[in-house]
């Protein structure tokens, strides 16, 4: 069976769960915290008639962001719910450059901010029967721009064509939802894409916190 018969039958399933469901709509924002994992860069330095190959480790720090957009929740059983979102993301990373010239050398800080629409997918399990659930599933982003500056300075788009469009990740995370339809909502989502093509490393890492209303 191949892979389009295979999502073909997915979509013929959810439309059938969807119609039968009372579908229900909301829309969440809030706060990303996020970062890419250890970058590594591999360097060649030219030493007379002979080349060595170093490789440079790049520890990234969390930077804040926003998360906006909507979802439609389809409720399968009593227990379970399948929502379906799509999501502006802001994340990046924060970390410091050495810059070298004649007069000596100075650490500036280096701010990295990416720019993603999401379509997370997870499945929502109420273990209690009531507001409280949990939720696992699957991401994929997709990059509208990335954008960095070095020491405040104007900004420019880091490592350019080099930049991966389309990042693949895992969600998990818990929320409430109350009997006004108001919910809280928190997330991890654990990037498995490595966002440039230049380094080895570089995967998203985001904790979101939502606040949202499903109608």
């Not at 420019?156 to 109350?178: C, E, H, S, W």
Request: charged residues 20%.
């Amino acid at each position: 069976m191949n892979m389009k018969r295979i999502l073909l039958m997915m979509v013929v399933a959810m439309m059938a769960v969807a119609a039968k469901a009372q579908v229900q709509f909301g829309v969440r924002g809030g706060l990303n915290v996020s970062k890419e994992s250890g970058q590594i860069i591999t360097a060649i330095i030219e030493n007379g008639a002979a080349t060595e190959e170093i490789n440079f480790s790049n520890d990234m720090k969390w930077r804040a962001g926003v998360n906006v957009g909507g979802f439609v929740n389809i409720p399968e059983s009593d227990m379970f719910d399948l929502e379906v979102g799509l999501s502006y993301s802001m994340q990046g990373y924060d970390d410091k450059i050495i810059e070298i010239d004649g007069r000596g050398e100075k650490t500036l800080d280096h701010n990295v901010t990416s720019h993603y629409l999401t379509i997370p997918v997870a499945e929502k399990f109420y273990p209690t029967g009531n507001g409280f659930y949990l939720e696992l599933g699957p991401q994929l982003g997709i990059l509208l721009s990335k954008k960095a500056t070095v020491g405040g300075g104007d900004s420019y788009t880091p490592f350019k064509d080099d930049n991966r469009t389309l990042d693949f990740g895992i969600l998990g995370g818990a929320g409430y939802v109350f009997p006004s339809g108001m919910f809280l909502n928190a997330r991890y989502i654990h990037g498995l894409t490595e966002t440039c093509k230049v380094y080895s490393g570089g995967k998203n890492r985001n904790v979101q916190v939502s606040l949202g209303y499903m109608f």
